[in-house]
């Protein structure tokens, strides 16, 4: 037996969210400063944060629906109350009420594809995606993204893996959007479990 003594859960779960958020830091590093930019999925406002310091955009837009979704089994949909879920909420737009009040962060409570669609075609310098894990969820958003993109614009996705309850379905989604739009896109950084995509010109 090594000196070295397992991790516990706590401890691992700790290490895995930092090496993430190391990640996201380094990949946001050579994303565009400024612009209009969109996280999809906010959970507690964490990496929110972390995209206003990093990326500075001129208007930020944030869509959760924080509700229960009873077909997920992840932590956050299926275990998460109802009433937590308007708690978390709350605790988001209390957090982040100045950026609201200044006019550079929006919160959209709802799914994001109908909050997507209305958003006007070549507004958008930065996304984010970390919403609904599943094929179709992923898809969905890929594509509704896609036209909201300026050239040189980034998608950026979240758990690039196999090892959640989603199975293929985020991974699958990905190369299938890569190769429907084989020339107007490119893979522009990969890091651990983040996929970071660029729209560009195909004319060129």
Not at 136 to 150: E, I, Q, S, T
Not at 153 to 176: K, N, P
Request: aromatic share 8%; net charge neutral; proline share 3%.
């Amino acid at each position: 037996m090594t000196s070295e003594q397992p991790l516990g859960l706590v401890e691992k779960r700790k290490r895995n969210q930092d090496q993430k958020a190391q990640l996201r830091r380094q990949m946001l590093q050579r994303v565009p400063k400024g612009g209009i930019c969109v996280e999809v999925g906010v959970w507690r406002g964490d990496f929110t944060r972390i995209i206003l310091n990093q990326v500075k955009p001129d208007k930020m837009i944030l869509i959760d629906p924080w509700k229960n979704f009873d077909d997920r089994t992840d932590a956050f949909d299926g275990k998460t109350k109802d009433k937590d879920f308007d708690d978390i909420y709350q605790s988001v737009c209390d957090r982040y009420a100045a950026e609201m009040a200044s006019g550079q962060l929006e919160i959209k409570r709802g799914l994001s594809q109908p909050v997507l669609t209305a958003m006007d075609p070549g507004s958008l310098s930065f996304v984010y995606l970390d919403g609904d894990h599943s094929y179709n969820g992923v898809k969905a958003d890929l594509r509704a993204a896609f036209p909201l993109m300026k050239q040189g614009g980034i998608i950026m996705m979240d758990d690039y893996h196999r090892r959640g309850w989603w199975g293929d379905g985020v991974i699958r989604a990905a190369h299938e959007f890569l190769g429907e739009y084989a020339g107007d896109l490119r893979i522009w950084a990969m890091r651990g479990a983040q996929l970071a995509i660029e729209k560009i010109d195909a004319s060129k």
